[in-house]
């Protein structure tokens, strides 16, 4: 049974950094990415990264702040995230499918999410 637990979330002040990690177990994937869920928004891209190496996309929203990373041997995907925003605040969700992608319909398995919250 495949499963992704995101954890990292919480409370920072604006200018500040988090990062983020998800870990997965039960399955093997080719890519995996991040999605971020506002309250009353959609569920965005935010960044995804093929499992294997060589391709890493983010949203502009985010590029140059944001980096994806993974760690193969513990099969964990993290989020680095630098110069936050009062808007970076929302659910973050880790994904894993079998293309890397920046639409949630194309991740088969979903994290539950972690808060993070950045205040101004």
């Known amino acids: 049974q495949v499963q992704l637990v995101e954890s990292g979330g919480r409370l920072v002040q604006a200018g500040n950094s988090l990062r983020l990690s998800c870990a997965a177990s039960g399955g093997t994937f080719s890519s995996m990415g991040w999605f971020r869920q506002a309250p009353g928004q959609e569920r965005e891209f935010v960044a995804a990264?093929?499992?294997?190496?060589?391709?890493?996309y983010y949203d502009s929203s985010i590029q140059g702040r944001f980096t994806i990373s993974k760690d193969n041997a513990k099969n964990t995907l993290y989020l680095q995230m630098n110069s936050l925003k009062p808007e970076d605040t929302a659910v973050y969700y880790c994904?894993?499918?079998?293309?890397?992608?920046?639409?949630?319909?194309?991740?088969?398995?979903w994290g539950q999410g972690t808060q993070v919250t950045v205040s101004s």
């Open positions: 990264i093929s499992w294997s190496g060589g391709g890493i």
């Open positions: 994904a894993a499918g079998s293309r890397v992608s920046g639409y949630a319909e194309h991740y088969d398995f």
